[in-house]
């Protein structure tokens, strides 16, 4: 038996007639595919999902393998009305909610502007992946005339304890052995107090040891990229350059698992790499806040928000601090 969350998926070989259904209590049946082309990709499936609903697994099962064939699935009864199209994919996907982790974890998940013109329910996240809404205490709306191209010169002021949250997902998880990048415009216009941190994209669950990851000014007066939990090997990775107050300045983070390395950027510019790091996961179930985490404030403006599934390139990275829509995948 294979447990999946809180389910349990019986797989059962059926011989001889080549038959291989995967039986889940109370549902309908499905055939999918032919036994022979869909076994191997079966397994990977599985191994590669067993940590995200049930729902996801099966999903991404019937959607490879669909046709006339030997593979008979059966479904919950709670999906038996669902179809592929209620995963979303790395580009566009369906709208946000409190938890929207069932697509494709690859590509971009979250893309917050910061562009609104008032202080509504939330900013919009043109991804089209996640609800994101203001915290107890609302950012203003700052206008200023930058010294980099934007679309639209709108950006988010932070004093310190006003907030953006975007809600947690799966698909805003990452194990070890899985990749992740985060980019922003930052305009600091103080640094964070003596010892003190500055979160300015967190999931920070609160304490030292949480399996977060996130942007933060570093208390030596740096950009920092934080993961691990502060007491764990290698918790963060510092820019070279120090923070530079009242300018814009492009920060990305990048995790590649399969490197093992962990990459912050400054201006598109790689300013600091560790290599074979023990890992940078992410895992932690806590809301991605922009503005402040755990009682570091950052004060200044905040445009631009972006989270891959995917470690960027520095091509990549050079796009986006360029001012690109959309990058080059």
């Known amino acids: ?42 397994w990977e499936q599985i191994m590669s999902l067993v940590a995200r609903s049930h729902k996801s697994v099966l999903h991404t099962l019937l959607r490879a393998t669909a046709s006339a064939g030997l593979l008979a699935v059966s479904l919950p009864a709670t999906l038996a009305g669902c179809s592929s199209s209620d995963s979303g994919n790395g580009g566009n996907g369906g709208g946000g909610g409190a938890d929207p982790g069932t697509g494709d974890k690859t590509g971009l998940q979250v893309y917050l502007k910061l562009d609104e013109s008032s202080i509504g329910a939330g900013p919009k996240d043109t991804a089209g992946k996640v609800t994101a809404t203001y915290g107890a205490v609302k950012p203003t709306v700052s206008v200023t005339a930058a010294t980099v191209t934007f679309a639209n010169p709108a950006a988010l002021e932070f004093k310190g304890t006003e907030t953006v949250e975007i809600p947690a997902s799966d698909n805003l998880k990452w194990t070890g052995t899985e990749s992740y990048s985060m980019s922003l415009w930052a305009f600091p216009k103080a640094m964070p107090p003596a010892n003190n941190f500055a979160a300015l994209l967190s999931n920070n669950p609160g304490g030292e040891n949480g399996n977060y990851c996130g942007i933060y000014i570093h208390s030596a007066g740096t950009w920092s990229f934080e993961s691990n939990g502060y007491f764990r090997p290698n918790p963060e990775v510092l820019s070279a350059s120090p923070v530079v107050l009242n300018k ?30 023990a890992n940078a996961n992410c895992e932690s179930s806590a ?20 989270i891959y599934g995917q470690a960027l390139t520095e091509a990549q990275v050079k796009e986006l601090k360029d001012g690109a829509e959309n990058i080059t995948p």
């Open 248 to 277: 814009w300045q492009h920060i990305v983070i990048v995790n590649n698992a399969m490197a093992g390395s962990q990459t912050i950027y400054v201006d598109g510019v790689p300013g600091s790499t560790v290599l074979a790091r």
């Open 1 to 42: 038996m294979l447990r999946v969350g809180s389910q349990v998926l019986g797989i059962d070989f059926v011989s001889p007639n080549g038959i291989l259904p995967i039986n889940h209590p109370g549902g309908p049946r499905h055939t999918v595919g032919p036994l022979n082309l869909v076994f191997e990709y079966f």
């Open 287 to 306: 809301t991605f806040s922009i503005g402040a985490k755990d009682g570091d404030g950052y004060v200044g403006l905040i445009d631009d928000v972006r």
